[in-house]
């Protein structure tokens, strides 16, 4: 074989092994991404269930949250905010899809009990169950949503309150100014737009995004965060209680 001819099928070998390569990335991109989900399982007896959405600084900041909701005796699970919402795909049903897919799974836990989910979501977490709870229907009991990401060039606040099916719980903070969502303005606006499902608005008037977080940069307000969280348990406990009815 010819110098010329042996450099030549090298090179082709080459191509084809690096087009089977960027397939195979392809494909691996192509698949459909497991959700995240992380069980904090109450002690003692099975507990109803909730789903608790992380923001977009991922579920690790949001582990003392959940570990909370489970002493009260849920069965909760932590999600990534992100398999639930995409702020660059707002209208996609995968985050639908996702949530569906892990209250399903845990509605057969056996520490869990069968039955309706309540939702709590923080941030883009907290965007993603306002708008994702009104398509699971019956399925959903409540909803809290922590300074949710609410943007009207992704959503209208109208649109987003008749999609509301279930009651709504929304903690807001009076000074975000978080990436031009969140701010009060739409959570007002989303307070006075027609809906057909209760709706309760607390607002922090002090408070900046993440106040119930100890993680830089938001500035944690121990007496708003301690506030939220009992509001959050007193609407639950109501709504959907730990131990069932």
Known sequence: MSMGLWCARLVAARA??????TLLVAGAVAQPQEP???????SGERGAIVVVVSGASG????????AQMAAIGYYTVLMEGKDVFDVFEPRS????SNLAKVIAESQSAPQALPGKVA???FSLGGAGVLLRSGPLGE?????VGYYPAINRLVIEEADLAARLKAPTLVLAAGKDEQDNCCKIESMRALESAPKTAPFELVVYPEAGHGFNLQLPPFVHRAADADDALARTATF??????ARGP
Request: charged share 30%; net charge positive; hydrophobic share 45%.
């Open 139 to 143: 399925r959903i009991s409540a909803v």
């Open 119 to 121: 939702l709590v979501g």
């Open 59 to 66: 579920a690790r900041a949001y582990r003392d949250f959940s």
């Open 36 to 42: 995240r989900r992380e069980v904090f399982a109450p």
């Open 236 to 241: 639950l406990t109501k709504l959907h209680p």
């Open 93 to 96: 049903d995968r985050g639908e």
């Open 16 to 21: 084809g092994a690096l087009l089977w390569a």
